[in-house]
Each structure stands twice: as structure tokens, then as C-alpha cells.
């Protein structure tokens, strides 16, 4: 089975990208998910692999439940150690921009980033890449991230040679940006993909557990108590949406990945096509993000784009308002309105 996604002159390119640099820094986008930071860590094992000592920044932190993947231990947070990073980004001679199409994604970091002289490589699965690079591997057809990382990393003959860490990374990726194989994994060559990966010898079972099911007890509260007091569904439209409020992560001591994955639940319900996660920022006032899930053909991502100032892909995108949570609820019932499927 053929999963080359280069050309030759883009894999001679990365090569030599590789060759003639010295210092290397791999980052992703704001609040990294499985993707981003499986991608992330992967390609950091394959450089070093390489013989490369590339240093991974992230914009701030990443879910309790993905502390486990390895190589979590040499990530710099830009958020705790800004003095650091910033010096390492502009002594960086090349930068990886994992799963992000555009700057403006690391959030706080993107004056740095942007300042930094060093040339750029995106690799990432996101619609209209957006930012100036030396290389861009842009593959929005492809489940995730870490997909495009295994065939690059196959293209260009690492793959007999991959450890058991970098396919540990890459299929936890692969799997919680596809909802565990249930939505964007339609196509015959990721299952190919987890075949080689289980020769690696991972135990998908257990990664499976070390993310949905690795929950405090307060957050299986709060879970409860959301889809029981903050979802409104809207049957005539097959749509749905639920809110969380600063009260609400106060009042079950919330932490970062409490509600991961929450806002697939509702698509349980019969004849639902629609799902969507309305929650505050717990810094900053008058600013709500928003979670699409959809399923079929709703297009979640035009929504987004339409009326939630983000985007991503057909059934699974992702955006933000800065207003008021009872705003955000009026938006989103317009927005639930506006698209009749």
C-alpha cells in the first residue's frame, strides 16, 4: 500500500531542511489535544532518532489525561517558562509547526513565533494553511495529524527503525482525533496504519483506557450534571447544545480535559446530527469557545465559520465568541436555525 504523501522534491527538501540545521524547535496550537501533542512528540522521537536534540514548546497545558504519553517530560510551556522559549525559539534555526494552520493558533506565543527567524515547516491537516513557510505539508483529507507524521516518517525510511514511544504517540493521535475511530477514519489506509503500528508492539487497548478512562470522579460529576441541567435540544432541527459555565467548573473542581469529548454524548441521542459545546473561558471575561460534532454531512465546519469565528473539518470543527454566555446562546440557536439538514 502506497502512503506516500510527498513529492520528491518535497522529501529532498525536508531532508535537507534537516541536514543543515542545529537548532530545532517543534510546536503545536494553544490547549494541545491528543493530535497535536502526539504529533508533537512523535516526530521530536523520530528527529532524535536522527541524531537531532529538538525541543518542543507548547503554548500552555495539555489535558491531565494525556500526561502519561511519552516524552511528556521534556515540553516547555510557554505560558510557565515565556523567558526560556522565547530565547529558544529565536536561537531555533528551524521550526515545526504541528497540527495548526496559521499563527494566530498559538495564542499568546504568536509574537514570538512570528518574530522568530528560523524557517518554518508545517505539517498539519487543517483547511487553508494560512502561514508563511519554507516547506508546508498540508493534508486536510487525512484523519489527523499524526497520520501525516507516520507517512512521513515511513516515506522516508524511518519507519523499520520507529520505537514503540513514537507509535504509542502517533495512534493515541490518530485515535481521540477521529473519536476513536468513529468519525474522519473512513479510509482503508488508516487501518493499514494501525496495523504497523501494533508490529511496534502498543497496547491500543490500554491507551484507549489511559484517555477516556482516566476521569476524576468530579469530572464524571460535572458530565452528569451538564447533560442533565445545561442540554437544550432542538429536535425539529436534529441539533443540540450545551453550556459550562465558570460555576460550573468551580462548583466540580474542573481541570483541563474535564470535558474532553463531551460534547460527541448528545450525538447518541436518536436522530441527532448536531452537537455543540458552549464553554466560558475560566481567565477571561466575555469570551466562550466553542466545540461542532456533527455527523453525515452536517457541515459543522461552515458553521463554524459562519457564525463562530473558527473552522476545521466537516464534522468536527471548533471556534470562539467574545460575549456573554446568554449572547453565545442566542448565536448558537440562530446559527442552529440557520442550517436546515
Known amino acids: 500500500m502506497n502512503l506516500n504523501i510527498m513529492t520528491e522534491q ?10 543543515a540545521c542545529s537548532h530545532i524547535v517543534i510546536t503545536c496550537h494553544k490547549s494541545p489535544d491528543g493530535d497535536a501533542l502526539g504529533s508533537s512528540l512523535a516526530w521530536n522521537e523520530y528527529l532524535r532518532r536522527q541524531g537531532k536534540l529538538p525541543v518542543i514548546i507548547t503554548p ?15 515540553i ?9 522559549a522565547d530565547e529558544l525559539l529565536q536561537k531555533a534555526d528551524l521550526i515545526f509547526c504541528m497540527d495548526f494552520n496559521e499563527s494566530s493558533r498559538v495564542d499568546e506565543m504568536k509574537d514570538a ?15 487553508n494553511p494560512q502561514m508563511e513557510t519554507t516547506l508546508t505539508l498540508s493534508r486536510p483529507d487525512l484523519s489527523s495529524t499524526c497520520e501525516l ?15 514503540r514511544k513514537e507509535s504509542v504517540d502517533i495512534y493515541c493521535g490518530m485515535m481521540t482525533d477521529t ?16 496495523g504497523q503500528l501494533l508490529t511496534k508492539g502498543i497496547d491500543k487497548d490500554k491507551i484507549y483506557r489511559n484517555v477516556y478512562n482516566n476521569y476524576s470522579c468530579w469530572a464524571i460529576r460535572l458530565r452528569g450534571h451538564l447533560m442533565s441541567n445545561r442540554l437544550t435540544v432542538i429536535e425539529e432541527h436534529h441539533a443540540c447544545y450545551f453550556t459550562i459555565t465558570r460555576q460550573d467548573m468551580k462548583d466540580f473542581h474542573f481541570i483541563k480535559g474535564d470535558a474532553e469529548g463531551l460534547v460527541n454524548e448528545p450525538l447518541r441521542i ?18 466562550v469557545w466553542v466545540s461542532l460534532r456533527s455527523v453525515d454531512d452536517f457541515p459543522c465546519n461552515k458553521m463554524a465559520e459562519q457564525f463562530f469565528n473558527g473552522g476545521g473539518h466537516l464534522n468536527a470543527s471548533g471556534g470562539h465568541l467574545y460575549c456573554s454566555m446568554d449572547e453565545a446562546e442566542r ?3 440562530e446559527a442552529i436555525a440557520s442550517f436546515q439538514y
Open 331 to 333: 448565536i448558537t440557536r
Open 113 to 127: 513565533l512570528d518574530k522568530a527567524k528560523g524557517q518554518r515547516v508545517m505539517i498539519d491537516h487543517h483547511l
Open 60 to 74: 500552555d497545558a495539555y489535558p491531565d489525561f494525556l500526561q502519561w504519553m511519552p516524552g511528556t517530560e521534556r
Open 149 to 163: 507524521v507516520f507517512r512521513i516518517v515511513n516515506q522516508l525510511g524511518g519507519f523499520e527503525n520507529m520505537t
Open 179 to 194: 473519536g476513536g475511530f468513529t468519525y474522519n477514519s473512513n479510509c482503508p489506509e488508516i487501518f493499514f496504519i494501525i
Open 10 to 19: 518535497q522529501a529532498a527538501q525536508l531532508q535537507e531542511l534537516l541536514a
Open 270 to 287: 436518536k436522530g441527532m446530527k448536531l452537537s455543540i459545546s458552549l464553554r466560558e473561558d475560566d481567565r477571561r471575561d466575555n469570551t
Open 76 to 84: 516547555i510551556r510557554y505560558d510557565r517558562k515565556r523567558n526560556l
